[in-house]
């Protein structure tokens, strides 16, 4: 079974920093791209962020391109999103999503982690 | 950027009925498509792919169609189990990959 676990959310001030992470398991992790999907309270869904197979191949929103930075280690089976210079607008639930293969549709979510943004 | 438009943003219907979805792609995305549906305090879960490939264990009451720019979900008989959001996303030209805005089926 598919089982994909976020951590790292919680209160951070303006300006602040958090650290996501996605632990993975009953799928050979290394071998698909994962992605960062995230949802504003009482809004719809937008992506953030994706990373290849190997970790090459990182891409991003333009609204967090500079800001956030995705890896991932396939030793530990577990993707990151590191977060810096959070702004309010990135109140969200954050997503770790698992892509079908490499750039086609996503298939599994995990139940996501709460990042609020705050003074 | 592919922009996705869902219509309508809310669908009022009786259990028992049939409820149809509406998402247009701002350009062509061949069959690139996905549907999923969001139920209050859960995650996503992909129900339909391809534009018409039923997901593992997604009843046949759901069905997809459509290619090129215009694509339907249909629910042929909702179940109390089925009211909840609904979103289509693109996966042909990214990134990013697009999500349209959601359509809310709610109880009538």
């Known amino acids: 079974e598919v089982r994909l676990v976020e951590s790292g959310g919680g209160l951070v001030q303006p300006g602040g920093s958090l650290r996501l992470s996605c632990s993975a398991s009953?799928?050979?992790?290394?071998?698909?791209?994962m992605h960062w999907v995230r949802q504003a309270p009482g809004k719809g869904l937008e992506f953030v962020s994706a990373i290849g197979s190997s970790g090459g191949g990182t891409f991003y929103a333009d609204s967090v391109k500079g800001r956030f930075i995705i890896s991932r280690d396939n030793s530990k089976n577990t993707l990151y999103l590191q977060t810096s210079s959070l702004r309010a607008e990135d109140t969200a639930v954050y997503y770790c999503?698992?892509?079908?293969?490499?750039?086609?549709?996503?298939?599994?979510w995990g139940q996501g982690t709460l990042v609020t943004v705050s003074s | 950027e592919i922009v996705m438009t869902q219509s309508p943003a809310t669908l009022s219907v009786s259990p028992g009925e049939r409820a149809t979805l509406s998402c247009r792609a701002s350009?062509?995305?061949?069959?690139?498509l996905a549907w999923f549906q969001q139920k209050p305090g859960q995650a996503p879960r992909l129900l339909i792919h391809?534009?018409?490939t039923r997901a593992t264990g997604v009843p046949a009451r759901f069905g997809g169609s459509g290619s090129g720019t215009e694509f339907t979900l249909t629910i042929s008989s909702l179940q109390s189990e089925d009211f909840a959001v609904y979103y289509c996303?693109?996966?042909?030209?990214?990134?990013?990959?697009?999500f349209g805005q959601g359509t809310k089926v709610e109880i009538k």
């Open positions: 999503v698992k892509d079908f293969n490499s750039w086609h549709h996503f298939d599994y």
């Open positions: 996303q693109q996966y042909y030209n990214w990134p990013p990959w697009t």
């Open positions: 350009q062509s995305i061949n069959s690139n």
């Open positions: 009953g799928f050979i992790f290394s071998n698909y791209a």
């Open positions: 391809g534009a018409s």
